[in-house]
């Protein structure tokens, strides 16, 4: 694997990333969360009340990456699983979205108001976020090139929420809670962004448009199964986790391997062919299961990495 191919298209993607802070204010945790996701292949939910940006982010960045299919779909409790399927896709013609693209043949994933649908909708998709296969009844089970699926929801997750969504719930690696902008400087910047701004992402590092190709996403994931975790890393995850026990805030073995490569992804973006104590800090939206965990998660994280 070539270094200096991999490394240059890290400098695309930090391009990008720095484009996207411009007008998403006080959304850098969110964009780095998100371009996370995409190259790594996991799943994510963005979590806070409408007007947040939680879906513009998304779709701005999916619009720097050619060569990828991108759907986009708000949920009801009304929502069929068919409705989520192309036109050209599976099952019932007379169910299916009016739209070429659907989750069957996306390579990215928005659904808006996730846990609004109906039980047996979201439970149609937990193979779909799995496994990508789709079961369609008793015909053989169909394999998708979905590459990641991003959640969002009005609703914070609690301890008394519906104890059949947290299989799927789980299957989100990353979580992120989205806040209204804080400062005061940044409040007064959005109120001075034009209409049609807030979704450009501008470039000054390259003076042009720059954009991902799907290859590009190929060669950093091959370049990550090469980087090293030393014990010094792994002596912290450890930490991390016991920590978290003390407090109640369990975190599934299975969870914590997919971490590894959230960490290894972190690593190449920074042009490491190593994990560093810093890339740890990439961990906190993927160790939190319930909102009131949240402030353990970044306090015993941020402890660790001191």
């Known amino acids: 694997m070539n270094d200096n191919n991999a490394y240059t298209i890290a400098d695309k993607i930090n391009a990008i990333k720095d484009g996207l802070n411009v007008n998403f204010l006080e ?10 996701s995409v190259i790594s292949g996991k799943h994510s939910i963005l979590i806070g009340g409408p007007g947040l940006a939680k879906t513009a982010v998304l779709k701005a960045l999916a619009g720097r990456i050619k060569g990828l299919k991108f759907f986009d779909f708000q949920m009801t ?18 169910s299916r979205n009016k739209n070429k693209i659907g989750i069957d043949n996306c390579d990215i994933a928005l659904i808006d108001e996730f846990f609004k649908g109906h039980h047996s909708t979201l439970n149609s ?3 779909i976020m799995n496994e990508r296969i789709f079961y369609n009844g008793n015909s053989e089970p169909v394999k998708i090139p979905l590459i990641s699926l991003f959640a969002s929801s009005n609703e914070r997750p609690d301890k008394s929420s519906d104890s059949n969504l947290l299989p799927l719930y789980d299957r989100f690696l990353f979580r992120m809670e989205i806040l ?8 007064k910047k959005l109120l001075g962004i034009k209409d049609g701004d807030i979704e450009k992402c501008e470039i000054s590092k390259y003076g042009k448009e720059v954009f991902l190709q799907r290859e590009d996403i190929n060669i950093l994931n091959k370049k990550a199964e090469n980087v090293e975790i030393n014990d010094e890393i792994l002596n912290k995850m450890y930490l991390i ?19 590894v ?20 800090k990439m961990l906190e939206p993927s160790l939190w299961t319930y909102y009131s965990d949240i402030r353990a998660v970044r306090n015993i994280v941020g402890r660790v990495l001191k």
């Open 180 to 187: 209204p902008v804080r400062s005061e400087e940044n409040f």
């Open 77 to 94: 409790p009304a929502t069929k699983i068919e409705e989520l399927l192309s036109c050209e896709g599976i099952g019932d013609s007379r």
């Open 241 to 259: 986790r016991e920590e978290l026990k003390n407090k109640q805030v369990i975190v599934s073995d299975r969870r914590w391997r997919e971490t």
């Open 261 to 280: 490569k959230i960490l290894k992804t972190a690593a190449v973006l920074n042009k490491r062919s190593y994990v560093a104590a810093e890339d740890l």
């Open 27 to 36: 959304r850098k945790n969110a964009v780095d969360m998100i371009v996370l």
């Open 125 to 127: 998709l937990l193979s």
